[in-house]
């Protein structure tokens, strides 16, 4: 990778290095919700960039960068979308350019507000760790056949409910439902049994035709880029309703998504080659190349009376048994259109070992085995006031490309 030096000081460990720039909606108490470029410490705001002449020679309508979403901005393509953050990046490394002097281009990241990057039009969930699936299999069906026999044939996957996914920062009140107790009919109660789900979501970025169904070769040109994803769960809810349809109210009261789209571009240096696909999958899913990224994620819990957060688990992106590619040539292999803002999800990413596992329901072996906080506090699930911090992030030599924080807090039912 050629070194890149910016003029602009950013810290060596920030997530939002030169090698980064994502893109996210902010806002100030001055500035209406805009596209802007993380930065180190700092937000590029892309209007006032390009009403200096930054992308001057693109053609495209700068009004895309004055919108709530980034779902204008997506539309116009890679090609454009990738030229504007090579000028931007350009454009920090030069002592002489336009940005340099331009202050007003710049807000501090701690000072913004961040938006909900897209509108989301359908969201689908994976299912794609093997170990998480065999884990939950386990738990919930059958110790000895965890996996069932279509897993490794099919990205397995659900529509789930698009109206309630929300930013980072945005509280989760713990939903009721309905919930079986093991010797008596079901009851209506808040959740016993409330969870996160460390995912990662991908955005779509170009639209698909009805009928038509996108290559595993021409996958990647559909993938804008990458978000962490919280899959909030009610297992209790979730056990009771899911046969035979799936899951529904356990998973649809929200899912949280981090403020920043980190580009496939910028994550291009990390990919890695996924776990070997036994037995061999169906020709429209095969895919020989390195199809996996080398993220690692990790996961802490705050509680109201701790000072500090406690990890509670660290994975990685790489365990994914079924890569982005193959979950979209999936998905579209009946004709199902895609469309710029759609939300694809991992599913929980676990990895082999037990301090790799991506939910409660697996560290704490359902109950079984509550997880220590650093206070000694002990967790078996979520409680009321408990804030659920996700972090990500790719390095490799000095390269750090990072996705910030996602963070929400449990509050009581409503
Ligand atoms: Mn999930």
Not at 16 to 41: H, M, Q
Not at 237 to 266: D, H, N
Not at 364 to 373: A, E, I, M
Not at 403 to 411: P, R
Request: glycine residues 8%.
């Amino acid at each position: 990778m050629i070194k890149l030096t910016s003029w602009l000081e950013i810290p060596a460990d920030s997530d939002f290095s030169i090698y980064n720039l994502p893109f996210g909606i902010f806002s100030t108490s001055a500035k209406n919700p805009r596209v802007g470029i993380a930065i180190g410490e700092k937000v590029v705001d892309l209007k006032i960039a390009g009403d200096e002449g930054l992308f001057n020679g693109l053609k495209f309508n700068s009004a895309v960068f004055e919108s709530d979403t980034l779902n204008d901005f997506i539309s116009l393509g890679k090609s454009v979308t990738n030229e504007i953050r090579l000028r931007v990046q350009e454009a920090l490394c030069d002592e002489s350019s336009v940005l340099k002097n331009l202050d007003s281009a710049f807000e501090n990241l701690d000072s913004v507000k961040m938006h909900l990057p897209v509108q989301v039009g359908d969201y689908t969930d994976f299912y794609s760790s093997l170990e998480h699936a065999t884990n939950v299999g386990k738990m919930f069906r059958d110790a000895e056949n965890a996996l069932l026999p279509n897993w490794k044939h099919i990205p397995v996957g659900y529509h789930g409910r698009a109206s309630s996914i929300v930013e980072s920062g945005v509280n989760i009140h713990r939903p009721k439902g309905q919930i079986k107790p093991n010797d008596s009919p079901p009851i209506l109660s808040p959740t016993k049994k409330l969870d996160f789900e460390l995912e990662m979501g991908f955005i779509v970025g170009k639209e698909s035709r009805l009928g038509e169904s996108v290559s595993i070769d021409e996958a990647q040109d559909y993938i804008f880029g990458l978000v962490l994803f919280n899959d909030w769960s009610a297992r209790d809810i979730q056990k009771w309703e899911y046969v035979p349809l799936g899951p529904f109210l356990g998973k649809s009261f929200a899912s949280s998504i981090s403020p920043w789209i980190v580009t496939m571009e910028a994550l291009e240096p990390f990919c890695v080659n996924g776990p070997l696909q036994d037995p061999p999958v169906r020709p429209y899913l095969k895919y020989d190349e390195a199809g996996n990224y080398d993220i690692h994620l990790e996961v802490a819990i705050q509680s109201e009376k701790s000072e500090q957060p406690t990890t509670v688990t660290k994975s990685n992106f790489k365990y994914m048994y079924w890569n982005m590619r193959q979950q979209l040539a999936h998905h579209t292999i009946n004709g199902c259109n895609v469309r710029v803002g759609d939300l694809m999800a991992s599913g929980t990413i676990s990895g082999p070992e037990p301090e790799t596992y991506g939910s409660m329901l697996e560290l704490s072996w359902n109950g079984t085995d509550p997880v220590k906080l650093a206070n000694g506090e002990k967790r078996k699930f979520l409680q009321d006031h408990d804030t659920v911090i996700m972090k990500g992030f790719a390095q490799k030599n000095n390269v750090r490309v990072g996705f910030g924080e996602l963070k929400s807090k449990i509050l009581p039912t409503v």
